[in-house]
């Protein structure tokens, strides 16, 4: 098979630089970036704004020790000198110049004398600290500038406001809150922005990760991680990582060697052994004790070399031997030649063997395999169904891929049983009455493992529905034709 297999691996790596930065705000790596940077941007902005609210209560504080005690001292020139000398007083500072603002009005808050031209609008209620916008002549032109100031009351129902001019720091103040929502956007975009970088390098790392072990996914054993010069964690990473695959590749190869030992240490003699029995049968009257002893020694060999034959397949298919044998092919004459094949077995069982109308359905696949797994699942389907049942065979077409499906009337499998029934040796039949040997679920599952597909066991009502899901073909593999019949016949045998 190759790399760019559907694989779930395959599915996250089959992107170029066009889809990669899209791809880039999907992973964790970014995800902690984007945490980070939001939480420091957040600290960034608290520390900010603490720094200016105690700042400003610092210098609110100091202003307002300053007004306090030129209230009392003014007060004091009031009850002693009265309203003449009160006036008197103010006027005399009012002329000194500097950041000073006095103001003695009436009753109606109308000027008698200060600094100030009139009374604030914005000052109302005596007693409080507040802050307002006055105007002040400079140089032959009015300008409007900041102050904070306190009214008291004096005796007689006379006002004195007594303030100091702030809009030195009042432009720092706003300055600071202007700036202070375009810091903390600098610090995001620029955070994001490296921390993007740092990701996307960090994901260009892990890619070459991925891509290697999606390619030993696809069959190739012999694919390493990269190792960069820098030594750092992911070339620690990669070094660890090569070397279990190197362990894997020799355990790998220590099967293969031991199956085909097998292979030629086992079946050849059991072939021969059943051979000798076979002739030895010939020389042997029908009827007679040894011949019937002689005819179950050949049936009991006959399902040991089908054990046998089925637990090397199965750890072919595992093995992912049968990978480099991948071709497009149609699973219409699959379907075709395997309800052919079964079809007397079906009439002999009084079961209907039925194939569902369908059209081309291309997968890429090995066609020997497939058409096993799915000779077991008929084979089980027509074995289970009672007589006057059906069996339907369909291969179709959906949006995710196609689908080969295997659904009969018969007694069906517990919804609980349907995960353990795949594994070998596995039936559900305790007193194991029933001819067979428990694999043939398990080889179907194999199969689907080696194409990336599902095997999916439904329930039918009545009976099991037996569904292989596949993958839909790489674009690659789709430009090579689909092998015909009399092809994948000569294949499968």
């Known amino acids: 098979m190759p790399p760019e297999s559907e694989t779930p691996a395959a599915k996250w790596l089959r992107s170029d630089d066009a889809t990669f930065r899209p791809r ?28 200016y609210w105690n700042t400003k209560r610092a210098l609110d504080s100091q202003t307002d020790q300053v007004i306090e005690g030129e209230i009392a001292e003014l007060n004091a020139q009031y009850l002693q000198l009265g309203l003449r000398g009160l006036a008197d007083l103010i006027a005399t500072r009012s002329s000194h110049g500097g950041p000073g603002l006095y103001l003695l009005a009436n009753s ?19 007693g409080n600290f507040v802050e307002f916008d006055y105007k002040r002549r400079t140089e032959n032109q009015i300008e409007t500038r900041r102050a904070r100031g306190r009214v008291f009351p004096l005796a007689g129902g006379f ?27 600098l610090v995001l975009v620029l955070g994001l922005a490296g921390g993007g970088l740092m990701a996307r390098n960090m994901l260009r790392r892990l890619d070459q990760i991925n891509r290697t072990s999606a390619e030993i996914i696809g069959g190739d054993l012999t694919r390493r991680v990269p190792i960069g010069p820098s030594h750092d964690e ?57 011949a ?58 009084g079961v209907t063997l039925k194939l569902s109308p369908a059209g081309s359905t291309v997968i890429e696949g090995n066609r020997s395999l497939i058409s096993q797994a799915l000779a077991n699942l008929v084979d089980n389907a027509i074995k ?66 080696l194409h990336d597909a599902r095997l999916v066991l439904e329930d039918n009502k009545p009976g099991l529905r037996a569904v292989m899901r596949f993958p839909r073909p790489s674009p690659r593999a789709k430009s090579a034709p689909p092998r015909g019949r009399n092809e994948s016949a000569a294949a499968a045998s």
Request: net charge negative; aromatic share 6%.
């Open 108 to 126: 109606f808050q109308q000027r008698i004398v200060g600094n100030l031209d009139s009374w604030p609008r914005t000052l109302e209620h005596p």
């Open 292 to 349: 019937g002893e002689i005819e179950a020694a050949v049936a009991e060999t006959d399902q040991l070399i089908t054990t046998f034959n089925a637990l090397l397949l199965i750890a072919e298919a595992d093995a992912g031997v049968a990978r480099g044998k991948m071709s497009m092919i149609d699973l219409a004459p699959v379907v075709e030649d395997v309800a052919e094949l079964y079809e007397p077995l079906a009439e002999e069982k």
């Open 159 to 185: 006002y004195l406001l007594i303030a100091q001019d702030v809009h030195e720091r009042y432009l720092t103040e706003r300055l600071f809150t202007t700036t202070l929502p375009w810091t903390v956007g």
């Open 234 to 290: 992911f070339d620690a990473l990669a070094e660890n990582l090569n070397t279990m695959l190197d362990r894997i590749e020799r355990l790998m190869k220590g099967v293969r060697e031991v199956a085909d030992s097998v292979a030629h240490d086992l079946r050849t003699p059991l072939n021969r052994l059943r051979n000798r029995l076979e002739t030895t049968l010939r020389h042997i009257g029908p009827g007679s004790e040894q």
């Open 384 to 449: 289970y169904t009672p007589q006057g049942g059906r069996v339907t065979v369909t291969a179709l077409e959906t949006p995710d891929g196609a689908e080969l499906r295997v659904a009969d009337s018969g007694q069906g499998i517990p919804e609980a049983e349907r995960a353990r029934v795949v594994e070998r040796f596995v039936r559900l039949d305790a007193s194991r009455s029933a001819p067979g040997t428990g694999l043939g679920l398990s080889l179907v599952a194999a199969v689907a493992r």
């Open 24 to 51: 880039v705000f999907r992973t964790q790596a970014y995800r902690i970036v984007f945490v980070y940077v939001a939480v420091f941007a957040v600290s960034v902005a608290a520390l900010l704004a603490f720094t």
